[in-house]
C-alpha cells in the first residue's frame, strides 16, 4: 500500500510555520528519500556512500530549505542538491585514489559494481550499470534522470540547469554509448 503524502506546496507552508516546521521536514524527508536515495546510489553505486550523501542532501535541506524561493519545485530542488553531492562525492572519491582521468574513476567504479552483492552480474541490471559507469559524469547523470527517475527533458532542465536541447543531445549521446558497450563489450 502506498502512502499518500501532502503536496510539496501543503508541505512547504507547513513548514514555514514555526509549530509545524519540524513535522513538515520530517514529512519531506518520507516522501523523498526512497527516490533520492536510488537516484545518490546509482551514481555513487556504494549503499553506505549513497547514505551518507542522502545524510548530506538532508542537512542541506534542512539548512536551506527557508531561504527557498520556490523558483523551482521542490523535488527539482532536492534532485539538484542531490544530483551536486553525488558529484562532489564522487570528486572526494577520484582525489583520494589520485587519478587524474575519468577512467581511473570509472574503472574503480565498475569493481565497485561488481563486488556488490546488490548487483547480480547474471542480471541485465549488473550489464547496465557497468554500460553506465563508462559514460562521464554530466552523461551519467542525465541518463540515469531520464531512464531510471523517468523524468521528463524539461524537469531534467529544471534539476540541471541546461538547456531541453543540449539534454536531448547528451541522452542520445549516453544512449548510444551504453548500447555499443553491450554490443562490443559484453557481446550482448
Not at 532536492?78 to 574503472?107: F, M, P
Amino acid at each position: 500500500m502506498e502512502r499518500s503524502f501532502l503536496s510539496d506546496d501543503e508541505l512547504l507552508l507547513l513548514f514555514r510555520d514555526p509549530v509545524t516546521k519540524q513535522k513538515a521536514f520530517s514529512q519531506i524527508i518520507e516522501k523523498y528519500k526512497e527516490k533520492l536515495y536510488w537516484h545518490i546510489r546509482r551514481m555513487v553505486l556504494i549503499h553506505e556512500d549513497a547514505d551518507d550523501v542522502l545524510q548530506n542532501v538532508f542537512i542541506k535541506m534542512w539548512k536551506g530549505l527557508e531561504q527557498f524561493r520556490e523558483e523551482s519545485k521542490l523535488y527539482s530542488w532536492l534532485y539538484r542538491i542531490a544530483s551536486n553531492e553525488s558529484i562532489t562525492h564522487l570528486n572526494r572519491i577520484k582525489k583520494q585514489l589520485q587519478v587524474e582521468t575519468d577512467q581511473a574513476t570509472h574503472s574503480y567504479l565498475e569493481e565497485q559494481v561488481k563486488a556488490d552483492s546488490y548487483f547480480d552480474s547474471s542480471k541485465v541490471e549488473w550489464k547496465l550499470q557497468l554500460a553506465i559507469q563508462t559514460l562521464p559524469e554530466q552523461q551519467k547523470l542525465v541518463f540515469n534522470l531520464r531512464y531510471f527517475d523517468e523524468m521528463t527533458y524539461q524537469e531534467i532542465s529544471e534539476v540541471l540547469g541546461v538547456t531541453v536541447g543540449a539534454l536531448k543531445a547528451s541522452y542520445h549521446h549516453a544512449a548510444k554509448k551504453i548500447q555499443d558497450y553491450l554490443v562490443n563489450e559484453l557481446n550482448f
